[in-house]
């Protein structure tokens, strides 16, 4: 009795419970996920900025989120330019979910419905995603963003792109009003991070000569365990998107593991076919080229679907990686991780082949199932288009803004030098007692030293 006291009549302990747990496997995804996978990937002067702005993206979302972000990508709609239609659902109204009605009220979203958690459990849950994919489009600008141009240009991409996408999709908009799905992520998430990091690496410009053509790693066992995270942080990224803890969220799990493992080894079957040697890196692109193109469908296939998925994606999109890249405009623009394929590609693979794979007989929640066919896969094609050229329009312009007040690329003497024209140290000091020591060893401490000893 105690026990049921402490809960409203509309909260489910279990759902609640998966539903923060799956949130905290998205959230690992970014911090320290592609925290470390990015420190790790990039040259050694390049670590800790890359990993600065990772974690500095994932604090100014969650900042903007509470205090209007969430409720324009899942609130109530905005009337301002039309009652009806595209622009009748086009976005949310803006407001703050701090106060203690917002914190322990039901979760609610007014165009899709209730569910039966917290508001404050449903938007951490939505605010992981939105921290996600600005940090994905990151990786096409690493190594020649200013910092402090990223700052303002984070706060103002999730403010206009990814919350009307959010919204248009996801909050029961327009394309979600008409059909088009997303299970949990492909066009909001990853194809808008591709498209807007290439249309950024494109306004910003090239790396500088030696790290296009010295593009080395500096730790490939950082980039592993930063893939090892994003790998099983997606059974939170794909299994929380129902809602509950139920079958459904059970089906998203086995999917997305089954398709990303099938990529996986897609993409080392590619590297063998084309007499490449099996890289560490290749592999962890096969990776999560599988866990972006599942993602727009994985409750909504069945493990065959899956399977196709995971197989179709890796080969189109290590074709677009090793051979669409040689050719305009992509081998024009510095994507530095490739993002626009992995994640853009990818994405949008996955989006039209969840028009033609979605099981009718897999029930999302009871009462509603999605059934692949032309109607949908028209709609997921539209979807699509508006998702690249609304972002990839709406970064260039956002781009070009804050290019007005702070240059948006580092200057060419602290890009020779990097982190610590940056930030003022190193992932791997070459001079260790010189940090400790600024002004120089105290006078008879080298004496006192073992190597002075021997």
């Known amino acids: 009795m105690l026990a049921s006291a402490l809960y409203p009549s509309y909260l489910n ?26 420190g790790g990937v990039m040259q050694k002067r390049w670590s800790v900025n890359s990993m600065m702005l990772a974690f500095v993206a994932f604090a100014i979302v969650l900042v903007e989120w509470v205090l209007y972000g969430y409720k324009m990508g899942f609130g109530n709609p905005w009337h301002g330019i039309s009652s009806h239609g595209f622009f009748g659902m086009f976005i949310g109204q803006p407001g703050s ?9 039901q979760g609610n979203i007014p165009l899709v419905g209730k569910v039966d958690f917290p508001t404050s459990t449903l938007a951490y849950f939505q605010f992981v995603f939105a921290a996600i994919t600005p940090i994905l489009m990151l990786g096409s600008v690493l190594g020649r963003v200013n910092f402090k141009a990223w700052i303002p240009f984070t706060l103002l991409w999730g403010s206009c792109i990814y919350t009307v996408n959010a919204f248009l999709i ?31 690496a494109a306004v910003i410009g090239p790396r500088l000569a030696r790290d296009r053509e010295l593009d080395a790693p500096n730790n490939l066992a950082m980039v592993a365990v930063g893939a090892g995270l994003l ?7 794909n299994g929380g998107d129902p809602y509950n803890a139920g079958a459904d969220a059970a089906a998203a799990v086995l ?15 590619c590297d063998y076919a084309t007499k490449r040697k099996p890289s560490l890196l290749g592999s962890v692109n096969g990776m999560i080229v599988g866990l972006v193109a599942i993602t727009p469908a994985a409750g909504f296939v069945n493990g065959w679907g899956a399977i196709a998925i995971g197989v179709v994606s890796s080969i189109l999109v290590y074709v677009a990686y090793n051979y669409l890249a040689l050719l305009r405009p992509f081998r024009n623009v510095d994507d530095t991780l490739g993002v626009v394929y992995t994640h853009g590609f990818a994405g949008l693979l996955g989006g039209l082949l969840t028009g033609l794979l979605a099981d009718s007989a897999m029930q999302v929640v009871p009462g509603f199932s999605v059934t692949g066919g032309a109607h949908l896969l028209e709609w997921q094609a539209l979807t699509a288009i508006w998702v690249i050229l609304f972002s990839g329009a709406g970064t260039f ?58």
């Open 13 to 38: 302990p279990g759902d609640n419970a998966w539903q923060m747990t799956a949130a905290t496997f998205v959230g690992l995804m970014s911090v320290p996920g592609l925290v470390v996978l990015y």
């Open 397 to 454: 312009v956002l781009l070009k803004l804050v290019g007005l007040f702070v240059p948006l690329r580092m200057s060419e003497a602290d890009m020779e030098m990097g982190d610590l024209a940056v930030h003022g140290h190193e992932v791997y000091p070459s001079d260790i007692p010189s940090l400790a020591f600024p002004h120089g060893l105290p006078e008879g401490a080298m004496a006192a030293t073992p190597a002075a000893q021997t």
């Open 97 to 105: 979910i701090l106060g203690h009605g917002s914190l322990q009220g």
């Open 231 to 237: 790998w099983l942080g997606w059974n939170g990224f």
């Open 170 to 200: 996801w909050g029961g908009g327009y394309f979600a009003h008409n059909g088009a799905v997303d299970f949990s992520g492909g066009y909001v998430i990853h194809l808008s991070a591709g498209v807007s990091g290439f249309v950024a």
């Open 255 to 269: 999917n997305t593991n089954l398709a990303t493992a099938v990529a996986f080894l897609t993409w080392l079957g």
